[in-house]
């Protein structure tokens, strides 16, 4: 079974500040990783996602995220924050190639403060 | 490209009534999701479909859920009747193959 865990349920932050939202995972097998973002009264849009090879990926909104194997972790970070980036972000494992099955975390609430 | 279509987006209704949701997924896409997501947590899955049969169909609560796809595109998740519990927001996905899924705006329901 796999299982995701996002330690900080809201996180604020001023504007043009870094940010990092943590997310861990445990999984037996190799996985896929995932960050989705979810704003106010709408569904959730893929950010960014690891399925290979680098183990940094990034958005093209400014965001990142690190794969790190030793430390069953896909952190996502973001240098400089807007207001815009308020939402809620779900981190999502799944086991590799030919599975279906994707397992959120409870969700970050991420809010930028002017 | 359209994206993952879902009616109504909000639906409130009294307990022990019956309540329907529909999904249109993404042109091509055989794999279809329900999710339902509770306030605070992340979205679970109900039910997987693969063109027109259900293969994952585990987490739903079959005596008051059910699910349909007919032909294998559209599909309706159907509750009845409805309780205070289950009030959540319920979102569809799509998928072509395995690993990349794209949601709709989920429908939000209000069991009074």
């Given at each position: 079974a796999q299982s995701v865990t996002q330690l900080d349920s809201q996180v604020p932050v001023f504007e043009e500040a870094p940010v990092e939202l943590r997310c861990n995972y445990s999984s037996s097998v190799s996985v896929y990783l995932f960050w989705y973002v979810q704003y106010p009264n709408q569904g959730l849009q893929l950010l960014l996602k690891y399925?290979?090879?680098?183990?940094l990926v990034e958005s093209i909104n400014g965001f990142e995220a690190e794969f790190n194997k030793s430390q069953t972790s896909f952190h996502l970070r973001k240098p400089s924050v807007h207001i815009s980036d308020t939402a809620e972000y779900f981190c999502a494992v799944s086991s590799g190639a030919g599975s279906y099955q994707l397992t959120f975390g409870k969700g970050t609430k991420l809010s930028v403060i002017p | 490209e359209a994206g993952v279509v879902q009616s109504p987006r909000y639906k409130i209704i009294e307990k022990k009534q019956p309540v329907a949701f529909w999904c249109n997924p993404i042109s091509g896409h055989n794999t279809l999701y329900w999710y339902l997501q509770n306030l605070g947590q992340g979205p679970e899955l109900l039910i997987r479909y693969e063109n027109e049969e259900a293969v994952d169909d585990s987490q739903l609560p079959k005596d008051r859920f059910s699910a349909e796809r007919l032909k294998g595109v559209d599909s309706t998740l159907k509750i009845?009747?409805?309780?205070?519990?289950?009030?959540a927001v319920y979102l569809c996905a799509s998928s072509l193959g395995s690993y990349e899924q794209f949601f709709g705006p989920g429908t939000r329901l209000t069991v009074l």
């Open positions: 399925l290979s090879g680098s183990t | 009845q009747p409805a309780e205070l519990g289950d009030s």
